[in-house]
């Protein structure tokens, strides 16, 4: 954690820091997170601030909430450079590394409506391999349509598609 | 890879080796080498959820030749009708039968097929995406009359963005080195763009334009395919390019003389029926060699 960000935010004592955000995505986390603010939890965003690793940078810190290991792999779809520190009584007491996978599954919907995996009288469920990570670009392993970055943040945060 | 137990999804999955193996037992066939009860006591699943008439009928002709029997099961007088899933019905068919031919409108049809059946499955056409055996019948259509199936230079004519047969022929011509294709269409039916990247990335030679005009001096081949009238979103978008297109004798002017014209049929009203009994019409050939290739294909197979 930078100094330029604990000058702004105070350090928590338990909790999950998510650091590395690519800049301007922190809301499209709060939102993947399911947190609009009237959970009663502490919640500290910073947006746009310098970060050595990936230039600028959004960090978003959660009091009392450990994020879980089921969060990580969509985490990995809107934010594939963030970090994730669980905080207990002021100290990292694990990180957790994102990686995004070679092929996601069941996560995503495809955006062909003739696409197999949209029948919903089949259980089946959606996958795609990444094409790329920066911008990430994904491919249906049914029907070969892409499905671009901006269609993967609005169905993560948005459940559309 | 060999051929033995070996789903056909995409003719993606097939190198020039194994499609070379398969020509020459197609040569064979074709002169009427082979022993027919070659597949005697195989059942054969013909399972069709979209209209068919060269396709099954071929696929039922290939098998009977060699001796297997064949259950064709058509989507609208089944238990899909009354809402069974695709799942079930594949999964019936796999204990039913030893090897299972679909169609479908649905894009990924064969590739779910695939992951739920343990006998093999030969995809017989799946929406807008893939048709393999097709593209195994033009590449060797095209090899039987030019002799060769590198060197050309092939115009891909008509509805390119909805037409499964022409892109699995695209895909399959690109595998022989110093091929050039001439993707030709009205600008609404482009070739799709995750198309258009799979030919980059290939490092395809191939172009684009909605004039045949400017290619067609240089063609060797000519593919030309029907609207998929069916494949639509919105059947006024249809309606505005229906009849954009025609070949006739007309617009195959300024050709060279060694020009072949392909068509996977059926036909609508893009190829006119005067090109039929000219030397350039190589489309009943087509016909013609899709029973000895996919005689081949299942001998291969099952074998």
Known sequence: MTEEIEMKVTKIRNGTVIDHIPNGRALSVLKLLGLTGKEGLTIALVMNVKSKKIGIKDVVKVENLELEPSLVSRLALIAPTATI????????????????????????????????????????????????????????????????????????????? | MGWKNRDVISIEDFSIEDLDMLFKLTDEYLEGKYSNDLLKGYIIGNIFLEPSTRTRISFEVAAKKLGAEVINFIGEYSSIKKGESLFDTFKMMDIYTDLIIVRSPIEGTARYAS?????????????????????????????????????????????????????????????????????????????????????????????????????????????????????????????????????????????????????????????????DVTQRQAYFKQVSFGIPLRMALLSLILG
């Open chain 2, 115 to 275: 992951d739920i059946c343990k006998k093999p499955v030969i995809n017989a056409g799946d929406g807008m995406l893939n048709h393999p055996t097709q593209a195994m019948i033009d590449l060797y259509t095209i090899k039987k009359i030019h002799n060769r199936l590198s060197g050309l230079k092939v115009g891909v004519y008509g509805d390119l963005r909805y037409g499964r047969a022409a892109n699995s022929f695209i895909l399959g011509i690109v595998k022989y080195p110093n091929n050039v294709i001439y993707a030709i269409s009205p600008p609404q039916l482009r070739l799709r763009d995750e198309m258009k990247e799979k030919l980059k990335e290939l490092g395809a030679n191939f172009y684009e334009t909605s004039n045949l005009n400017e290619v067609i001096s240089d063609l060797d081949v000519l593919y030309v395919t029907r609207i998929q009238k069916e494949r639509f979103p919105d059947p006024a978008e249809y309606e505005k390019v229906r009849g954009s297109y025609k070949i006739d004798l007309k617009s195959l002017e300024g050709s060279k003389p060694e020009l072949i014209v392909l068509h996977p049929l059926p036909r609508v009203e893009e190829l006119s029926y005067e090109i």
């Open chain 1, 85 to 161: 520190n669980i905080i207990r009584d002021y100290k990292v007491y694990e990180k957790r590394k994102i990686i995004l996978q070679d092929v996601i599954e069941n996560i995503l919907k495809c955006t062909n409506p003739t696409c197999i995996s949209r029948q919903t009288n089949e259980p089946i469920v959606s996958k795609f391999k990444v094409i790329s990570k920066n911008p990430l670009k994904l491919q249906c392993m049914y029907c070969n349509r892409y499905l671009l970055e901006h269609e993967i943040i609005s169905q993560i945060t948005e459940g559309g598609g």
